[in-house]
């Protein structure tokens, strides 16, 4: 199984950009890495995803390394409500639709 | 709207009952999947479904059996056999069609809890 690390908690201030990195080493050639996000009580929500390209919608962008072990995901200016826990997957999404899974993810508190 | 839909939100089980809770999606998917969250913890799968009539383990199985009869409906029923239930869980759907671009869909879950 595809394994992700992320740190498990992150700090931002309101209307700074907020990065948030992970890690998947062992992510196979065809597989997109996605990131979901949860705020409290709720369930996870589709951010964006990407293969090896760099990717931006409406909610944020997506840069990917090109050696595609890691990738770092960007609110450009984090609110309060971006507060949540952020989990990236190199496997929940796509073509996969066998064992998904998800790390541990990043909370990400915006402060005023 | 299509969307994928859990009931009850809130849950609580007596010792040695088992209880069902429910996962319905209108959104034409045929994968299906139950996760467990612990408080400050990620999400861990419980079971999936790829189509109709059949189920896969996912990495925390014991304690737990799913049906998956129909195509909208996918079942997940905490037995007493799982010793330590409370949790939050969630159901979640995703398309298999050719497109790269499936994401899942997640329910707004239920928290079980223990009498």
């Known amino acids: 199984d595809a394994k992700t690390t992320q740190p498990p908690s992150m700090d931002c201030a309101e209307g700074r950009a907020a990065n948030l990195p992970c890690n998947h080493s062992?992510?196979?050639?065809?597989?997109?890495v996605y990131w979901y996000r949860q705020i409290h009580s709720q369930g996870p929500q589709y951010i964006i995803h990407?293969?090896?390209n760099n990717e931006t919608n409406e909610m944020a962008s997506l840069i990917i390394t090109e050696d595609r072990k890691s990738s770092t995901l960007i609110l450009p200016h984090a609110t309060l409500r971006d507060t949540a826990v952020y989990y990236c997957?190199?496997?929940?999404?796509?073509?996969?639709?066998?064992?998904?899974?998800f790390g541990q993810g990043t909370i990400l508190t915006v402060h005023p | 709207d299509g969307g994928i839909t859990q009931s009850p939100k809130y849950l609580f089980r007596k010792e040695g009952q088992n209880v069902t809770l429910s996962c319905e999606q209108n959104l034409n998917h045929d994968a299906m999947y139950w996760y467990r969250q612990d408080p400050g913890q990620g999400l861990r799968l419980i079971y999936y479904?790829?189509?109709?009539?059949?189920?896969q383990k996912g990495d925390i199985a014991e304690g737990y059996s799913v049906s998956r009869e129909k195509k909208e409906s996918f079942p997940l029923t905490v037995t007493s056999a799982q010793k330590n239930p409370t949790a939050f869980y969630l159901c979640a759907s995703k398309g298999t069609g050719s497109s790269r671009r499936e994401k899942l869909f997640f329910g707004s879950g239920t928290q079980l809890s223990v009498l």
């Open positions: 990407g293969l090896k």
């Open positions: 062992t992510i196979s050639g065809n597989e997109y």
């Open positions: 997957s190199p496997n929940a999404g796509g073509t996969s639709y066998g064992k998904l899974t």
């Open positions: 479904s790829q189509i109709v009539n059949d189920f």
